[in-house]
């Protein structure tokens, strides 16, 4: 059964997760760090990355590394990509309103 992308993205932790790991690989121990909840409880959040599809693990030892899969995020990009336009125009509208209130 496919995993849901944004019910997975939908937890602080994750997506926190997830940033901390745009930097490069981190091992369990450090990401844990970050927070404050115990280092099961940050396993039990990469586990369901894991499952997702969006970070991959690398054991090395007695310790765990996390890698960040950008691939996973493509079903979120792919829904955000109509939304850019819109976006285009609202910030293009306030640069021009910027723009009238410095040079009247």
């Known amino acids: ?3 849901d992308v944004f019910g ?3 937890s602080p932790v994750r997506r ?3 940033e901390a790991l745009r930097t490069g690989p981190r091992s369990t121990g450090e990401l844990a760090g970050l927070f404050e909840l115990g280092r099961p409880a940050v396993s039990e959040h990469l586990a369901v990355l894991k499952a997702a599809g969006l970070v991959r693990e690398e054991p090395r030892g007695r310790h765990r590394y996390y890698h960040l ?3 996973g995020l493509e079903e979120v990009s792919d829904w955000l990509h109509p939304f850019e336009h819109y976006w285009k ?3 293009d509208a306030l640069a ?3 723009d009238e209130e410095n040079h009247p």
């Open 89 to 91: 125009q609202r910030l």
């Open 8 to 10: 997975v993205l939908a």
């Open 16 to 18: 926190r997760l997830l």
């Open 69 to 71: 899969r950008a691939a």
């Open 96 to 98: 021009d309103l910027l």
């Open 1 to 3: 059964m496919p995993t």
